[in-house]
């Protein structure tokens, strides 16, 4: 019953049943198009961000590759050994006196061990050492193949031959140099202070020559 009910409806109303149809169907390929559409915008989004991302990483690459350019000859004027090498020269010398500075009464000490220390200066790690030994006029002379530019550089006492004057004069104990052509120095010769260790005991003329210095600084 219901069957045959609705093949009449269909022969009464053909033209509705078509419309229905065609409507759904235009329903369905729009729904398609916009879908498509929504997909082929996403997609030429993603593309554009890629190639954003690609520029960005390359213009990265050659800022990076022009700063190592610019680096470059630096480091390698770091690096190479110099033709002219640099010459750390001093003396070291007893406090006979035990003044903490320099008096009249200083001898100065052969043999005498003093190493050249270089330090980077951010993290203050030690970089360089290299050891030189006074002569018998207690001057010494360490000859350095290198530049160290950015580097803090120090003469330091090591020790003393002598058993009457082998503790180090506190504040005479190092001597800064600076080992760099490109600082403006002419000579590739660097002196450092003259460094001290001081005697056991003060010689018995020591008084008289410290008074002396009291009344010259008065």
């Not at 593309?47 to 390698?76: D, G, H, W, Y």
């Amino acid at each position: 019953m219901g069957n045959q009910f609705f093949r009449l409806l269909l022969r009464l109303f053909p033209h509705q049943h078509h419309h229905t149809h065609t409507h759904s169907l235009s329903l369905h390929i729009s729904h398609s198009s916009a879908f498509h559409f929504r997909n082929l915008v996403i997609s030429l989004k993603s593309l554009r961000q890629n190639e954003v991302k690609r520029q960005k990483t390359a213009s990265m690459a050659k800022l990076f590759l022009l700063i190592a350019l610019c680096m470059l000859p630096a480091l390698a004027a770091a690096t190479r050994p110099m033709r002219t090498p640099f010459t750390v020269e001093g003396k070291v010398y007893c406090d006979t006196c035990r003044a903490g500075y320099e008096t009249k009464a200083i001898t100065y000490i052969a043999g005498a061990k003093v190493r050249l220390e270089c330090r980077d200066k951010t993290s203050m790690a030690l970089l360089y050492t290299k050891e030189g030994t006074t002569d018998s006029a207690g001057c010494y002379k360490i000859p350095v193949a290198e530049d160290h530019l950015d580097q803090f550089c120090d003469a330091v006492l090591v020790s003393s031959p002598q058993k009457d004057c082998a503790t180090v004069s506190p504040g005479r104990e190092r001597a800064r140099v600076i080992l760099t052509a490109n600082n403006g120095i002419a000579s590739y010769n660097r002196f450092a202070n003259a460094m001290g260790f001081m005697r056991t005991e003060a010689l018995s003329g020591c008084t008289q020559i410290l008074k002396e210095l009291q009344e010259l600084d008065e």
